[in-house]
């Protein structure tokens, strides 16, 4: 356990008051309560150009434990990457859960497949190499996934946030939970347009736009969360 914990580097986001503060909370209760198959998929994405775009483990325990609070069984996971958040709720739902896995990218899902596998949680994960916005359209026209999901997690590209979010209030069971990602994009939401570095810009404006719909949002109860990069919690109200 140990070992893995020293060779993977901390990724700060930068959100909290200092590195070594971050390093702290993954050192006392995220590292030493990592399931082994997460520390071994973090392991084979760390030499990942974009290892970067892996959940954050700190968010993960969060996850884990909003997915062992609403029960959920059926899923939805849009960005998928190497797997990390995809593992994670795998391992945490019944072994007869599913989970419908989009990524539009099937070489990166393919790195961390090995470790799914040998954690024995594979045939819970439905993969769908595709543009997610269409499949989620496509699971709309079945009149039996509407309202049928316990919770869903959204990673993907940032300026179809509030699609996937109109979509999921259809998919989402009432009480059912959505999570996004990067809610808060590397602190540079609170930064003057001017002062932003050109590589947040993009993402910025995306994420800015996107927490001020869904902060306005009536059908859902919220929580933006400072943990990772920014997590926003959603409950479907109604
Ligand atoms: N949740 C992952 C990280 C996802 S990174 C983890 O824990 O590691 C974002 C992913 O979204 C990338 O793999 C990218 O291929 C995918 N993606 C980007 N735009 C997409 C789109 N329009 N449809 C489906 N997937 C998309
Ligand atoms: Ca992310």
């Given at each position: 356990m140990e070992n893995n914990t020293k060779t993977t580097a901390i990724v700060s986001k930068g959100l909290l008051q200092s590195e070594e503060l971050y390093r702290y909370v993954l050192e006392t209760s995220v590292y030493p309560r990592e399931p082994e198959p997460l520390k071994e998929l973090r392991d084979v994405t760390a030499g990942?150009?974009?290892?970067?775009?892996?959940?954050a483990p700190d968010a993960g325990?969060?996850?884990?434990?909003?997915?062992?609070?609403?029960?959920?069984?059926?899923?939805?996971?849009?960005?998928?990457?190497?797997?990390?958040?995809?593992?994670?709720?795998?391992?945490?739902?019944?072994?007869?859960?599913?989970?419908?896995?989009?990524?539009?990218?099937?070489?990166?899902?393919?790195?961390?497949?090995?470790?799914?596998k040998r954690a024995g949680?594979?045939?819970?994960?439905?993969?769908?190499?595709?543009?997610?916005?269409?499949?989620?359209?496509?699971?709309?026209?079945?009149?039996?996934?509407?309202?049928?999901?316990?919770?869903?997690?959204?990673?993907?590209?940032?300026?179809?946030?509030?699609?996937?979010?109109?979509r999921l209030m259809k998919l989402l069971k009432v009480g059912g939970v959505v999570v996004y990602d990067n809610t808060l994009w590397g602190g540079s939401v609170a930064m003057p347009e001017e002062q932003t570095p050109e590589v947040f810009k993009s993402g910025r404006q995306a994420t800015l736009e996107f927490n001020k719909l869904l902060a306005g949002d009536p059908r859902v109860q919220l929580s933006h969360v400072p943990l990772g990069d920014g997590i926003t919690v959603c409950r479907r109200i109604y």
């Open positions: 990942h150009p974009k290892a970067v775009m892996g959940t325990k969060l996850m884990a434990m909003l997915l062992k609070l609403v029960d959920a069984k059926k899923t939805i996971e849009v960005g998928v990457f190497t797997g990390y958040s995809l593992l994670l709720t795998a391992l945490t739902i019944p072994d007869d859960g599913k989970i419908i896995a989009i990524d539009m990218n099937r070489d990166s899902y393919e790195i961390g497949l090995p470790v799914i949680v594979d045939h819970k994960i439905d993969f769908r190499e595709a543009e997610a916005l269409p499949v989620l359209d496509q699971l709309l026209k079945d009149k039996e996934n509407k309202g049928s999901f316990d919770y869903a997690f959204v990673d993907a590209d940032k300026v179809n946030f509030w699609n996937y979010h109109e």
